[in-house]
T-cell receptor, first 112, second 112 residues
Framework: RKEVEQDPGPFNVPEGATVAFNCTYS??????FFWYRQDCRKEPKLLMS???SGNEDGRFTAQLNRASQYISLLIRDSKLSDSATYLCVVNGPTNAGNMLTFGGGTRLMVKP | DTGVSQNPRHKITKRGQNVTFRCDPISEHNRLYWYRQTLGQGPEFLTYFQNEAQLEKSRLLSDRFSAERPKGSFSTLEIQRTEQGDSAMYLCASSLVTDTQYFGPGTRLTVL
């Protein structure tokens, strides 16, 4: 079993749609959680951190459920520019050195 | 631009050859990380440095791989006797202690 699991997609949605991605992680000792965005043939870039209380950044909302070891990302009012791969990321498994463990990514394609 | 830089951006080599990649982190970032990413997968942790000390290495880092950060600034990753399975994108990231990791553009290695 992978340490961080995501549905690879692709998710094909029209502009303006709301789309949600989910992710599960196996290490209950993980301390920090993130969503990174990666455009084709580019490096990953931090989209947002994920906090236990849930957090929002504009059209993006992230939720964390520690009991279920589940992380989600909701994108509202999708834009063409949101097309990318979204990587669910946790720190660990050793929590040493802030090492990041990435899921395989979920690909989103927003169409006109 | 004072982001993370990596050189070369692309490297094509024949099986059995040695290759070396360089990473220049964001100045003042004392942590430097190497990751490897293959097509359709998320990045996988290889190793990290705090200043010049290499503090953790993944099981993925076979004895053909060696990384250095001699003065606590730039880092090199060398792969000896390359194999076709080494073909991947090699990503470098840097951070302050426990802070966000910022990724460089990567070096894409193709082993023929």
């Amino acid at each position: 079993r992978k340490e961080v699991e995501q549905d690879p997609g692709p998710f094909n949605v029209p502009e303006g749609a709301t789309v949600a991605f989910n992710c599960t992680y196996s290490n209950s000792a993980s301390q920090s959680f993130f969503w990174y965005r990666q455009d084709c043939r580019k490096e990953p870039k931090l989209l947002m951190s994920v906090y236990s209380s849930g957090n929002e950044d504009g059209r993006f909302t992230a939720q964390l459920n520690r009991a279920s070891q589940y992380i989600s990302l909701l994108i509202r009012d999708s834009k063409l520019s949101d097309s990318a791969t979204y990587l669910c990321v946790v720190n660990g498994p050793t929590n040493a050195g802030n090492m990041l463990t990435f899921g395989g990514g979920t690909r989103l394609m927003v169409k006109p | 631009d004072t982001g993370v830089s990596q050189n070369p951006r692309h490297k094509i080599t024949k099986r059995g050859q040695n290759v070396t990649f360089r990473c220049d982190p964001i100045s003042e970032h004392n942590r430097l990380y190497w990751y490897r990413q293959t097509l359709g997968q998320g990045p996988e942790f290889l190793t990290y440095f705090q200043n010049e000390a290499q503090l953790e290495k993944s099981r993925l880092l076979s004895d053909r791989f060696s990384a250095e950060r001699p003065k606590g600034s730039f880092s090199t990753l060398e792969i000896q006797r390359t194999e076709q399975g080494d073909s991947a994108m090699y990503l470098c990231a840097s951070s302050l202690v426990t802070d966000t990791q910022y990724f460089g553009p990567g070096t894409r290695l193709t082993v023929l």
